[in-house]
């Protein structure tokens, strides 16, 4: 197991920015592609954005491209996802996801490690 941590959701007004945060405790990330999820309620979990291990490859659903940015900072063995230009429709839990061994994946089965989520909330 890879325990994932993330951070940084929080409330914030449409038009505004949140930084979200990934880290693995006690593992390194480094080798790993990592995803963004959200799941909103009533909803099923969608892709958010992914990034291949050395962050050279980063893929974005349409819904964010342009408005969210994914990278990694392996030497701080930490993920990020910038978002910006926040709409209330981004609001949901958030979840990033890992996978050693695959490259990075749109679809939750290509992951092998989740996290708990952090919550975003945007208000319109």
């Known amino acids: 197991q890879v325990p994932l941590v993330e951070s940084g959701g929080g409330l914030v007004q449409a038009g505004g920015s949140l930084r979200l945060s990934c880290a693995a405790s006690?593992?390194?990330?480094?080798?790993?592609?990592v995803g963004w999820f959200r799941q909103a309620p009533g909803k099923e979990r969608e892709f958010v954005a992914s990034?291949?291990?050395?962050?050279?490859?980063?893929y974005y659903s349409d819904s964010v491209k342009g408005r969210f940015a994914i990278s990694r900072d392996n030497a701080k063995n930490t993920v990020y996802l910038q978002m910006n230009s926040l709409k209330p429709e981004d609001t949901a839990v958030y979840y990033c996801?890992?996978?050693?061994?695959?490259?990075?994946?749109?679809?939750?089965?290509?992951?092998?490690?989740w996290g708990q989520g952090t919550q975003v909330t945007v208000s319109s």
């Open positions: 996801a890992a996978d050693p061994d695959r490259g990075p994946s749109r679809y939750p089965s290509g992951y092998a490690y």
């Open positions: 006690g593992h390194t990330l480094s080798s790993y592609a």
């Open positions: 990034i291949s291990w050395s962050g050279g490859s980063t």
